[in-house]
C-alpha cells in the first residue's frame, strides 16, 4: 500500500485502533450514517440470497444489519484491523478477513453487492481500487460507494467549526494521504469501470449538541490533532474552541456529506 506524502497511512499515524475509545468513535460515526447507507443498500435490492462484500467494515454494524435486516445469504467482512469484529467472526452468515484491500488478489469470488464506505478516500490509486472492487462484482450485481465530501469553501461563514475542518482535511492529507477532493469523480470512475447505470446522492446529516455525528467529530479532531497543528492553521485554542462549539446551541454548520454512488454490471445475457 502507496504512504502518504507525510509517510503515514490511515490506522497507523492518525487513527491507531488500538487506541482507547477508537471503536467508540467509528460507532458515532455508524450511528449517523447507517440507516441512510441500510435505506439505500435495500432499495437497491440486497436481501435473500444476495453475497455481499463489506470492504473497510470497522466494527461491523453494516455486515450485520445487511444480515439482520435485509437477510441476506451471507457478508465477508474485511479490514485492515479486524480487532472490533473479532467478536462476530462465528455469526452465522459472517466472515471476516484481515486484509489491505490495495494488495493482489485479496479476495477472490464474486458478489451481488460490494460496499465500501469512508475506505477510498484515505488510499491512493483511486481508479485502480475501482476498477478492483468493479471486478468483484458479479453480473447483475451493484457496486456501492460512500465517502465524504467537504462542504467548506472559501465563502463559507467563519466559525470555530470551519476553521478546524479545514485544518482536519489539509492535515489530514499530508500525514496519511487522506483526499477528498476527487470524490465526485466517483459517478465517471465507475462507469469507466464498466457499471451501468450509475446514479448518485448526498446525505448531510444534522450537527446537533451531543448528537452521535457532533461526538464523532470531536473525537476525530483530538485523534488528528497533531497534524491538524503541522497545518499552522489552527492552534490548540483553536482546536479546543471548535469542541465546545460543536457542544453548543450556537453551533451552525453543514457537516461533511457522505456522497454514495452505484452502478451496475450487465447480466451475462447482456454483457455477450
Known amino acids: ?4 506524502p507525510g509517510g503515514g497511512r490511515y490506522g497507523e499515524a492518525v487513527f491507531r485502533p488500538e487506541q482507547a475509545g477508537e471503536g467508540e468513535r467509528i460507532d458515532f460515526g455508524a450511528l449517523a450514517y ?3 447507507t441500510m435505506a439505500r443498500l435495500r432499495t437497491l435490492g440486497a436481501g435473500p440470497g444476495w453475497r455481499c462484500l463489506d470492504v473497510g467494515a470497522g466494527t461491523g454494524t453494516v455486515s450485520r444489519r445487511l444480515l439482520d435486516e435485509a437477510g441476506v445469504e451471507s457478508v465477508l467482512a474485511v479490514d485492515r484491523d479486524v ?4 467478536g462476530q467472526a462465528r455469526r452465522p452468515g459472517l466472515d471476516v478477513l484481515e486484509a ?3 494488495g493482489p488478489d485479496v479476495v477472490s469470488g464474486r458478489f451481488r453487492l460490494v460496499h465500501a464506505r469512508f475506505v477510498l478516500m ?3 490509486e483511486h481508479e485502480r481500487l475501482v476498477s478492483t472492487l468493479a471486478g468483484l462484482v458479479e453480473p447483475g450485481g451493484v457496486l456501492v460507494l460512500s465517502d465524504a465530501v467537504d462542504l467548506t469553501s472559501d465563502r ?4 470555530p467549526y470551519t476553521a478546524v475542518m479545514r485544518a482536519m482535511w489539509q492535515g489530514l492529507r499530508a500525514a496519511i494521504g ?3 477532493s476527487w470524490v465526485p469523480s466517483y459517478p465517471q470512475l465507475l462507469r469507466a469501470a464498466g457499471l451501468g447505470p ?3 446522492e448526498i446525505h448531510v446529516p444534522p450537527l446537533e449538541p451531543g448528537s452521535p455525528l457532533s461526538r464523532f467529530w470531536a473525537d476525530t479532531w483530538q485523534r488528528g490533532r497533531a497534524a491538524m497543528l503541522d497545518t499552522g492553521l489552527v492552534d490548540d485554542a483553536a482546536v479546543d474552541a471548535a469542541i465546545r462549539y460543536l457542544a453548543s446551541e450556537e453551533c451552525a454548520a453543514l457537516s461533511a456529506g457522505m456522497l454514495t454512488v452505484w452502478g451496475r454490471k450487465a447480466p451475462e445475457e447482456t454483457a455477450r
Request: no cysteine; proline share 7%.
Open 1 to 4: 500500500m502507496s504512504t502518504a
Open 34 to 36: 447507517d440507516d441512510i
Open 83 to 86: 480487532r472490533f469484529l473479532a
Open 100 to 102: 489491505d484491500i490495495t
Open 122 to 124: 484515505h488510499l491512493p
Open 156 to 159: 463559507t461563514p467563519g466559525t
Open 178 to 180: 487522506t483526499d477528498v
Open 198 to 200: 450509475v446514479a448518485a
